[in-house]
DNA sequence: GAAGACCTGCTA
DNA sequence: TAGCAGGTCTTC
């Protein structure tokens, strides 16, 4: 579910909401596999004690900078949300000084708390966050001529771009006029242009919408307030099956590439 | 690459 | 009841 819209609205709500420079009192891991290394008391004995100097976002991982130099390195995966208030499918329970209480929920139990001596251990893995300089048009350009591979499950590699999710690979890939299935080598200087900028495009509006959410269900995105996203109405593509495109009203269609559930528009988005 | 695993809940 | 879901891992 959160992709990086989603993870940096709310690590700004857990920044505002003044998470930075509290101590970790106690921790409740309700569902053990949550957390890494176990065995959960373990983790939870290197943990109580320490500071939370600073909350960043890197990719889709949230990470807590914490004062003993380590790291608590945080995935949302499909359903991962934290909540100032108790609520079923609550996995872990932290409880930091000045009575502040964060509750970490996750129906779907696929978001991993890992608690690292090196945040290189799991950033190395990642390619450039999609919304810093690394992320270029130079270094687009290379990786997409240096593979031959269809340009969805390209832009949803951790280790290409570091963000991009099902939703919004499918929204700036609609944005930019490009088929999903397209070769990433067969992309024109033009076409990577408008494709890297509409990327970085996408994903600031989604911040500025506060992240996208769809359904209703438990598994939906929500902040830390509880609250859905705004983004939703502003989706071209992602979920619009049948549904006139924005720019031509021709009827919108949804494909598998890559494993991957598929929008697009078959008049704006040309596989040739 | 593809398929299965990890999970629960919603919708048709 | 079957199929689907915003994500990644592992194992073919």
Redo the contacts with the bound molecule.
């Keep these: 579910?959160?992709?990086l819209p989603?993870v940096e609205t709310i690590v700004r709500q857990l920044r505002e909401y003044g998470v930075e420079g509290r101590t970790i009192r106690s921790v409740d891991v309700l569902w053990a596999?949550t957390v890494e290394p176990l065995p959960v008391d373990r983790f939870r004995r290197e943990l109580v004690g320490d500071t939370i100097l600073r909350i960043d976002r890197v990719?889709?991982w949230v990470m807590l900078v914490l004062t003993s130099g380590r790291f608590l390195m945080i995935?949302l995966?499909?359903?991962g949300s934290f909540s100032t208030s108790p609520g079923?499918?609550d996995r872990l329970v932290l409880f930091l000084s000045g009575e502040m209480v964060l509750y970490y929920r996750d129906?779907?139990?696929?978001g991993?708390w890992k608690l690292v001596e090196d945040p290189s251990t799991v950033l190395d893995?990642l390619g450039p966050d999609a919304l810093t300089r690394d992320f270029n048009l130079r270094y687009f350009t290379a990786v997409m001529r240096g593979k031959?591979?269809?340009i969805k499950?390209l832009l949803?590699d951790?280790s290409v771009v570091a963000g991009?999710?099902?939703?919004y690979a499918d929204e700036a890939l609609w944005e930019a006029g490009i088929h999903p299935e397209r070769w990433s080598d067969s992309l024109e200087d033009g076409e990577l242009r408008t494709l890297c900028a509409a990327i970085r495009h996408v994903l600031r509006i989604g911040i500025r919408n506060r992240?996208?959410?769809?359904?209703?269900?438990?598994?939906?995105?929500r902040d830390l307030k509880g609250r859905s996203?705004g983004h939703?109405a502003e989706v071209n593509a992602y979920g619009r099956t049948g549904e006139p495109c924005k720019r031509c009203g021709v009827a919108l269609e949804?494909i598998i590439v890559?494993?991957?559930?598929t929008h697009f528009c078959p008049h704006c988005q040309k596989k040739t």
Excluded: C, D, V, W
């Excluded at 129906?107 to 696929?110: D, G, I, L, M, W």
């Excluded at 992240?211 to 995105?221: D, E, F, P, Q």
């Design positions: 579910m959160p992709e989603e596999r990719g889709k995935h995966r499909m359903s079923s499918h129906t779907r139990k696929f991993r893995a031959h591979r269809r499950p949803l951790q991009l999710g099902n939703i992240g996208t959410s769809l359904g209703k269900g438990r598994t939906n995105y996203g939703r949804r890559g494993q991957r559930s």
